[in-house]
């Protein structure tokens, strides 16, 4: 891999140890995928900052490269952590609180934006024909297929040294040869809400692997649905773009398949884990609510109550909440709780007794059953809140 007279020097150290280190990460993570050279990135994104999906190695890892002078040199965002500091936080075990904080305190001190969430392009509005290293897997798919950025799927420790070094490896999806539709996917009849265009990604991804589709007939699709709809195809599959109309005329020679009405009941079925019909959350914002989902939620609830010992969580990033202060205290007045900075799969709701996790998001069903330990049942969001609203 060719490097430049100065990346030469960062990878031999004679800028100290922590921006080798990342250096030598996206050396080696070049040469694995052939790369020829680094190319600056726009922004990054890292993932991994809850303690739950972090651990004590990498945070010793981290602490070490901010002990070594480690500091972004892009901007630099951050996915959600375990709690929030008005409602979680005062429920969960302390020690556990404490690990988070070190961790926050870290990332701090190496400059990066403590934005907490999965939703970076709500932040700011200008990603088109930026290359980024992001980590985040829905927000990958989100900026390749919504908002015609280029990045590839990083990892927590790639993303970590791009945003140090201020570049990434030239493969993959920053190569317009590899963004390339490879099949035509066609629905057998109209999807009619945001749980089953989920419930597709689901079914995609692991048809799919690596491969990335044009899906026809999903045109008219609002960009909080296509959200899910990278989500979940992030979450069971290795595409990182899909294409909802062919970037070239031709289609005739790509491979078609036809997802047909029951497949997408049958992945809906089994998404569901049990037949229970009163969870002990339901849980909306995964990945993060936009403004016009806090909205939405709003003129839903329309002045209603959450229904009696019923645990109601909305999350988003405080960015949104801030923004959409009026419609944030509709939805706080019903009883219901508006949860930033994290979300229900990376906070601990073992901890809170939670069996039971109704929602609106394929992917959080997805990892339901084995990071919250808990039984799932994904269903629109109209019914989320018939189940946690009054009348
Ligand atoms: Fe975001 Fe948590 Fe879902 S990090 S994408 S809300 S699992």
């Known amino acids: 891999m060719y490097l430049t007279k100065d990346e030469e020097r960062i990878y031999e150290g004679e800028s100290g140890w922590a ?34 999906t972090l651990g004590d190695s990498p945070t010793e890892f981290l602490e070490a490269l901010s002990n070594a002078g480690g500091k972004v040199t892009v901007k630099a965002t951050l996915n959600p952590h375990g709690y929030d500091t008005e409602y979680l936080s005062k429920k969960l075990d302390k020690h556990l609180c404490k690990k988070q904080l070190n961790i926050l305190r870290t990332f701090k001190k190496m400059g990066f934006t403590r934005s907490f969430t999965c939703t970076p392009y709500y932040l700011e509005r200008q990603f088109r024909n930026a290359h980024l290293a992001w980590a985040e897997s829905s927000a990958v798919v989100y900026a390749n297929s919504v908002l015609g950025a280029w990045t590839n799927r990083e990892g927590g420790p790639s993303a970590l040294a791009a945003a140090i070094i201020g570049k990434t490896p030239d493969y993959g999806m920053h190569k317009a040869e590899n963004r390339q539709p490879k099949l035509l996917v066609t629905l057998e009849s109209k999807l009619k809400n945001e749980a089953e265009v989920g419930a597709l990604g689901i079914l995609l991804g692991k048809i799919l692997e690596d491969n990335i589709p044009i899906i026809q007939g999903l045109k008219i699709a609002s960009k909080d649905t296509l959200k899910q709809l990278g989500a979940a195809l992030a ?91 009026n419609y944030i205290k509709k939805i706080e007045k019903s009883g219901a709780h508006i949860i930033t900075d994290t979300c229900a799969v990376v906070t601990w709701t073992d901890q809170l007794g939670i069996k039971t996790i109704m929602t609106n998001s394929a992917k959080t069903a997805h990892y339901t059953p084995t990071l919250n330990k808990a039984d799932t049942i994904l269903a629109p969001l109209k019914e989320c809140l018939k189940t946690a609203i009054k009348g």
């Not at 995928?33 to 600056?40: D, G």
């Not at 998404?271 to 959350?281: A, G, I, N, Q």
């Not at 995964?286 to 969580?313: M, R, Y």
């Open 235 to 325: 979450s069971t599959g290795m595409a990182n773009m899909f294409y909802l109309s062919s970037p070239f005329t031709k289609t005739n020679k790509l491979e078609r398949i036809t997802i047909e009405n029951k497949d997408l009941k049958h992945t809906i079925e089994t998404m569901s884990t049990t037949s229970k019909s009163k969870p002990d959350l339901i849980f909306i914002g995964c990945p993060h609510c936009s403004i016009n989902e806090i909205k939405q939620i709003a003129s839903l609830i329309n002045g209603k109550k959450v229904k009696k010992d019923t645990e109601f969580w909305v999350c988003t990033s405080h960015h949104i909440k801030e923004k959409a202060r």
């Open 19 to 52: 921006t080798q280190i990342c250096m030598k990460i996206l050396v080696r993570l070049g040469e694995l995928f052939n790369a020829t050279k680094l190319i600056p990135v726009h922004s990054a994104h890292v993932s991994g900052v809850s303690y739950k």
